[in-house]
């Protein structure tokens, strides 16, 4: 079992910059490939980013790339989501989730945080 716990989300204005973290619980995490996901009011939960067991390979949702950085730290168990450039349309709850096999679909992460919530004014 993996216990996956979000921190760093907050009110941020347009253009500003926010640092998600998730904490992972037990001493298998760098057995699992992380990602993060978001669901903003009225839609469905939607892929971000994702990054594989030791952190060499990477993978973004269009609408972030240049502007959002995934990463890990294996040695405290914790992976990150760097969010620069923020727009009001990146307002959601943040999900972390693990998966054994590196996935970009909900239907694919085995264990998932219970989220922060990062809302962009404009």
């Known amino acids: 079992q993996v216990q996956l716990v979000e921190s760093g989300g907050g009110l941020v204005q347009a253009g500003g910059s926010l640092k998600l973290s998730c904490a992972s619980s037990g001493r298998t995490f760098s057995s699992y490939a992380m990602g993060w996901f978001r669901q903003a009011p009225g839609k469905e939960r939607e892929f971000v980013a994702t990054i594989n067991r030791i952190g060499g390979s990477t993978y973004y949702k269009d609408s972030v790339k240049g502007r959002f950085t995934i990463s890990r730290d294996n040695a405290k168990n914790t992976v990150y989501l760097q969010m620069n450039s923020l727009k009001p349309e990146d307002t959601a709850v943040y999900y972390c989730?693990?998966?054994?096999?590196?996935?970009?679909?909900?239907?694919?992460?085995?264990?998932w945080g219970k989220g922060t919530l990062v809302t962009v004014s404009s």
């Open positions: 989730a693990a998966s054994t096999i590196i996935s970009n679909t909900v239907a694919g992460m085995d264990y």
